[in-house]
């Protein structure tokens, strides 16, 4: 993992005591309880072909208004997988998932069209997000038609106060896509997220498709938009350094599992799964200031089709133990803040 921001490009993120009232209950945005996805592959013409692949494996997971949560692991973690499911854009094979307290795992397509409105999605790369024969105007005014946000008018004024939002000027809404920038095409993106008024914005892999200056605009962008509009935000990166700056809270995921979440700074600076030691240890750090000792993992992160029993770490943990290898041990709170799927938690 390597790291793409300076530190100093943007200001510190809130802190979660700040998001609520002193001594307030934590109520969920959203709630995913033993949320699991599975995808069938190698499947031929020959019935019971085919291998069940875990993408995302038996998740709980709580999301709090007002919060940005990071979503970190490797390549093949099952990050984006849980994103789409997060958003219904994938059917759910097991579990739970509530929004606002109303229960959405099996809800269809009218019973889906307020959520939707509701949570959006952001994606990685905003060049196959958009139609390359349609206008910036003709695809921002439609969700608003869609939606039946705006009419008349009102369109105009609304597609207006989007561009600004996003930093683009009103003149470029007469354009195609490919008249634009990559951070430009990913700021329509963000436009087009903003125009139905949403809730929580579920963002994948926003900033990893851009140069490093123009990570450092769309990570500020994102940070001002939350103040401004009180979004929440699962934000979905494999860069550490980003994560770090725009997060409140992080939960790191490890083959299709969460392995630890907590709140970002305190788990930045005290990681407690064998996992999350790793990843930190690999972010660079300028003068060797406050640099870990490098952890380096041995072999691959196993196929989820075919995951180790026990702890899923097992085969790559220096601190693996028998119990380990045998017993898959549960996602637990260790602090009012932290909670972590490890026998040998570092305290």
């Not at 209950?25 to 019971?48: D, Q």
């Not at 608003?144 to 000027?169: T, Y």
């Not at 354009?175 to 430009?184: A, D, K, L, T, V």
């Not at 140069?211 to 860069?239: C, G, M, P, W």
Request: glycine share 8%; net charge positive.
């Amino acid at each position: 993992m390597t790291s793409s921001i300076p530190s100093n490009h943007v200001p510190g993120p809130l802190k979660p005591d700040a998001l609520q009232a002193p001594g307030a209950p934590r109520i969920p945005l959203m709630s995913a309880r033993s949320l699991v996805k599975t995808f069938t592959v190698g499947r031929t013409w020959k019935p019971g072909s085919g291998r069940t692949l875990h993408a995302v494996d038996g998740i709980s997971l709580d999301v709090f208004p007002a919060e940005t949560l990071g979503l970190v692991g490797e390549s093949g973690s099952g990050k984006s997988t849980l994103g789409r499911c997060l958003t219904r854009l994938y059917d759910i094979d097991g579990g739970t998932l509530s929004f606002e307290g109303a229960d959405i795992t099996a809800a269809q397509t009218r019973a889906l069209k307020p959520v939707r409105r509701k949570v959006q999605m952001i994606f990685q790369d905003p060049s196959a997000s958009l139609n390359p024969r349609r206008r910036v105007r003709d695809v921002l005014a439609e969700v608003l038609k869609v939606h039946r946000i705006r009419e008349g008018a009102g369109i105009e004024e609304r597609l207006g106060e989007l561009m600004d939002l996003v930093g683009l000027r009103r003149e470029y809404l007469d354009r195609y896509p490919h008249e634009f920038s990559g951070g430009q095409r990913q700021r329509i993106g963000i436009a087009r997220a903003l125009a139905v008024e949403p809730t929580l914005i579920v963002a994948d892999e926003p900033v990893s498709a851009l140069d490093v200056s123009v990570q450092a605009q769309i990570v500020n962008l994102f940070s001002d938009l939350r103040e401004k509009l009180d979004l929440t935000y699962v934000f979905i990166a494999h860069d550490l350094a980003v994560v770090r700056q725009v997060s409140t809270r992080v939960a790191v995921m490890y083959l299709g599992s969460i392995v630890e979440t907590g709140e970002t700074d305190a788990l930045y600076a005290r990681p407690s799964h064998p996992y999350t030691q790793a990843l930190l240890s690999a972010i660079p750090q300028p003068h060797n200031r406050g640099r870990r000792e490098r952890i380096l993992l041995s072999g691959e992160i196993p196929s989820p089709l075919n995951p180790p029993s026990g702890c899923k770490f097992s085969t790559r943990c220096p601190q693996a133990q028998e119990i380990c290898r045998q017993v898959r041990p549960a996602l637990a709170p260790i602090s009012t803040e932290r909670q972590v799927a490890c026998h040998f938690p570092l305290a």
